[in-house]
């Protein structure tokens, strides 16, 4: 039962231009959500992260838009840069009996292209 | 400041055999996870320590998995005996709080 999903295995961008990687989730409980970055060989690296009483955070050229009611967030990095070249991870956290639970769940990934 | 740091960052063992993988994590960081990625899949969480004590084991594949935190500062974890399907990435990481997590580099465990 995936309860976070990224339905896009791979993104394609030209330099410059905006990159868009979508997440989606089925669990009503989850009210915290993180993106993380990872090259290979490497681990995770936290990018940006918003709680559900937001709908939109940003830092620089990454920004996160939520939407609790479709249960969809997105990240948007502009411009994109060929160093952004990376798989792109959604995870989400939650409470469970009013206690964050400290688990994340994640996403399958979504490898991003940058091209010159 | 130091991150967090795994070792080995690669491990090649038979099946049968014993691997233990350690984990120091960020310095005054008393959340500490383990989580798991397999033939490139999603990253699948396996257990959370706070402090020396483990909080949750729910992701704990069986009982071939031991994962300790003797003084709450460092973390082992123990694979034993190893099959085949416990292949792949094991990614340590640690918090504060139980909010942003912050991974190390991974121990790629690959059992033949």
């Known amino acids: 039962d995936q309860q976070v999903k990224q339905n896009s295995p791979s993104l394609s961008v030209q330099e410059g231009r905006i990159s868009i990687l979508n997440c989606d989730y089925t669990?009503?409980?989850?009210?915290?959500f993180l993106w993380y970055k990872k090259y290979p060989a490497e681990g995770p690296t936290f990018l940006i992260s918003?709680?559900?009483?937001?709908d939109k955070n940003e830092d620089g050229r990454f920004t996160v838009f939520l939407n609790k009611s479709a249960k969809h967030l997105s990240l948007h990095i502009v411009p994109s840069q060929p160093g952004d070249s990376a798989v792109y991870f959604c995870a989400a956290n939650g409470l469970l009996g009013g206690t964050s639970y400290g688990k994340l769940t994640f996403g399958q990934g979504t490898i991003l292209t940058v091209h010159p | 400041e130091a991150g967090v740091t795994q070792f080995p960052s690669h491990s090649v063992i038979e099946k049968g055999q014993t691997v233990t993988l350690r984990c120091d994590p960020i310095s005054g960081h008393d959340n500490l996870y383990w989580y798991r990625r397999v033939m490139g899949k999603e990253i699948k969480f396996l257990l959370h320590?706070?402090?020396?004590?483990?909080?949750?084991e729910s992701g704990m594949p069986n009982n071939r998995f031991l994962a300790e935190r003797t003084g709450g500062t460092y973390s082992t974890l123990k694979v034993q005996p190893a099959e085949l399907e416990d292949s792949g990435v094991y990614f340590c990481?640690?918090?504060?709080?139980?909010?942003?997590?912050?991974f190390g580099p991974g121990t790629r465990l690959t059992v033949l």
């Open positions: 990481a640690s918090s504060q709080r139980t909010d942003t997590q912050y």
């Open positions: 320590f706070v402090k020396e004590s483990k909080q949750d």
């Open positions: 918003i709680s559900s009483i937001k």
């Open positions: 669990n009503s409980m989850f009210d915290y």
